[in-house]
C-alpha cells in the first residue's frame, strides 16, 4: 500500500574501526588478528581489569587518530581527556569502558561523497574520539539444556576510534557511499585493514524517517554491528520501511537498539535505547588529560599520505585518464602505487597500463582470489610485457598468454616468451610463404570470397592464425591476405578479359 505521506529518511552513522597498532590502547599486549589466534593468550591484568592495573595512552593509536582526523578534515583538539563510560557486559570484564565523552580527539569535519547514481553528498562528521574495545563473545548452542558463551580477551583493549557523522544521509545510497569512503581512507592511511569479516571495522546505523518538508527529526533507532555493506544497506532500507509502516499505521516509533537478523533480513529489537545520562560517564582518575601541542599535529600532517580523491584527481589530470579508469585505480592504495611504479618503468601512454591492469591482470586477480600486494608480476615487468605489445614481438593474445604465465610463476615476460616460442612474426617473407599455403589449400573457401562473400575473409584469416599458432602480426598477416585475394581477383579478371576478346 502506497503511503498516505512522502517520506524522508535521515540516517547518521557511527563507524568503530580498529586501530592497527604494534599493542593495546591501554597496556602493553600485542594486538593480534584474533580469528587465527589462541583465544586468551595476549591478555595482562590491564586488559582483563583485574584490580590495581594501571593503564597508559599508546602513543601510536593517538597519532593514527590524530591521522584520521585531518584526513577526515576535522579540528584536532589540543586538549582532550578520558572518561569512563560504565554499562556491564560479559565483554567488558572491569564493568567499564575507557572512553571519550566531553573532550574527544577530533571534531567538526566533513567528507564529501558520490553515490552510485552519481549524486554529490556532503557530510559532516561530528567527532572521532577514542576508545578500547571489548572481548569477543562465542554463544555455543548445543543438544543440551543448557547453552553456554565462551569469552576471548584477546580483543579486549585493542584500539578503537569511533567516528561519528551528523545526520546528513536521506537515502541508503547515502550511506553505503559515505561507509565505503571511511573504509577507504582508513585503508589508505593504514590505519585499518578494512577486513569487515574479522570485526576490524563495524558500522551502526541511526534511522528516522520524517514527511517531506518537516525540519523536525522523528524518532530514531539504532542498527548495531552491522559488519558488511550489504548488511548496511539491507537493514537500513528495511528499518526505513518498516518505520514508515508503523507511522501510516498510527502507531509511534519507539526508540531502541535494534540487532539484524540476516537470515530474515528484518531488524530485532534488542534493548531499549540508552541516552549518555544511562552510561554515567565521569572522568577516567588513572589517566591525566592528553594534550597535544600544535608541533606535534604538525608532525603527524606531514606525514599524512595523499588521499583518494586528490590521487583521482590527479590520476585524470597528470596521466590523462578517463574519469572512470582514475577512480578503479586511485580506490586502493595498492593498486594506485603498483600503477605508478608501472607507469614509471614505461615509456608508453599510462593509459595502456591502466588499461592491462584493470583488465586482464584484475581479472586474473578476481580468479584466484588474489589481492594485489601478493601478485607475482612486479610493476616493472608488466610495463616490460606492454612493451613487448608496443614493439610488436607479441601480440595481444600471445602477450594474454605470458602474463597468465607470469602470475602463476613470477618469471619475466622476456623468458617466457623465449621458453614457448610465442614472438610474433611479422617478417614479411614468412608471413606471404604462410599466406600462400592457405590460400592454395582453401580453394572453395577463396572462391567464396570472390564470388561476394566477404565474411570468408575472417575464415581465412583464422587459419594463417592458427598455421602461426596464434604469433601471426594480425596487421601485417590482413594486410597480405588481402593482397593475395585482390592478386588472385585481378588474375582472374584478366583471364574473363582475354576470353571476352577472343570472341
Known amino acids: 500500500m502506497k503511503p498516505l505521506l512522502e517520506y524522508e529518511p535521515v540516517i547518521g552513522m557511527e563507524i568503530h574501526a580498529e586501530l592497527r597498532t604494534r599493542s593495546k590502547m591501554f597496556c602493553g599486549c600485542a594486538v593480534t588478528d584474533t580469528t587465527v589466534a589462541e583465544p586468551n593468550t595476549t591478555i595482562c591484568p590491564v586488559c582483563t581489569g583485574l584490580p590495581g592495573a594501571m593503564p597508559a595512552v599508546n602513543r601510536e593509536a593517538v597519532e593514527q587518530a590524530i591521522m584520521v582526523g585531518l584526513a577526515l578534515n576535522c579540528h584536532i583538539n589540543e586538549f582532550t581527556s578520558f572518561a569512563r ?28 561523497v558520490a553515490d552510485e547514481n552519481g549524486a554529490a553528498h556532503h557530510i559532516r562528521v561530528r567527532r572521532a574520539h577514542m576508545e578500547e574495545d571489548t572481548a569477543k563473545l562465542f554463544h555455543v548452542y548445543e543438544p543440551r539444556e543448557v547453552d553456554y558463551t565462551l569469552i576471548d580477551f584477546n580483543r579486549c583493549g585493542v584500539p578503537l576510534l569511533e567516528i561519528v557523522s551528523e545526520p546528513d544521509m536521506h537515502s541508503v545510497e547515502a550511506a553505503h557511499a559515505y561507509a565505503t569512503k571511511i573504509r577507504e581512507i582508513l585503508r589508505y592511511l593504514g590505519v585499518n585493514s578494512g577486513d569487515m569479516e574479522k570485526g576490524v571495522l563495524r558500522f551502526e546505523a541511526n534511522v528516522s524517517v520524517r514527511p517531506v518538508g518537516r525540519e523536525r527529526l522523528g524518532t530514531r533507532t539504532e542498527i548495531k554491528n552491522l559488519n558488511s555493506f550489504r548488511a548496511l544497506t539491507l537493514a537500513t532500507a528495511y528499518e526505513i520501511e518498516r518505520q514508515i509502516a508503523v507511522i501510516e499505521a498510527g502507531g509511534e516509533v519507539v526508540q531502541e537498539t535494534l540487532g539484524w537478523d540476516a537470515l530474515r533480513n528484518v531488524t530485532f529489537s534488542q534493548r531499549s535505547k540508552e541516552h549518555a545520562h544511562d552510561y554515567r560517564y565521569f572522568p577516567e582518575p588513572d589517566l591525566p588529560p592528553l594534550s597535544i601541542d600544535r608541533p606535534w599535529i604538525d608532525e603527524v600532517a606531514a606525514v599524512l599520505p595523499e588521499l583518494p580523491d586528490a590521487k583521482y584527481a ?61 601478485v ?60 600462400a599455403h592457405v590460400v592454395a589449400d582453401n580453394a572453395d573457401q577463396v572462391a567464396a570470397y570472390l564470388a561476394g562473400k566477404d565474411s570468408v575473409f575472417q575464415w581465412l584469416m583464422g587459419q594463417v592464425m592458427r598455421a602461426t599458432r596464434g604469433r601471426a602480426a594480425p596487421d601485417v598477416a590482413r594486410q597480405l591476405l588481402q593482397d593475395a585475394l585482390e592478386a588472385i581477383c585481378d588474375e582472374h579478371k584478366g583471364h574473363f578479359d582475354s576470353e571476352a576478346k577472343a570472341k
Open 85 to 112: 563510560k560504565n554499562y556491564f557486559y560479559p565483554d567488558l570484564p572491569k564493568g567499564y569502558q575507557i572512553s571519550q565523552y566531553d573532550f574527544p580527539i577530533a571534531t567538526e569535519g566533513w567528507v564529501d
Open 314 to 374: 590527479r590520476f585524470v589530470a597528470d596521466y590523462g585518464l578517463t574519469p572512470y579508469d582514475a577512480r578503479v585505480l586511485a580506490t586502493d592504495r595498492a593498486v594506485a602505487d603498483y600503477f605508478e611504479s608501472a607507469v614509471k618503468a614505461y615509456s608508453g601512454a599510462p593509459s595502456s597500463v591502466a588499461k592491462w591492469l584493470s583488465g586482464e591482470l584484475f581479472y586474473l586477480m578476481n580468479r584466484e582470489g588474489v589481492a594485489i600486494e601478493a
Open 376 to 435: 607475482r608480476v612486479p610493476p616493472e615487468a608488466l610495463a616490460q610485457l606492454i612493451g613487448l605489445v608496443d614493439a610488436g614481438t607479441l601480440n595481444q593474445n600471445s602477450a594474454k598468454t605470458v602474463l597468465g604465465e607470469m602470475f602463476a610463476t613470477g618469471g619475466s615476460p622476456e623468458a617466457i616468451v623465449e621458453a614457448k616460442g610465442l614472438a610474433q612474426i611479422s617478417d614479411n617473407d614468412q608471413l606471404t610463404a604462410i599466406v
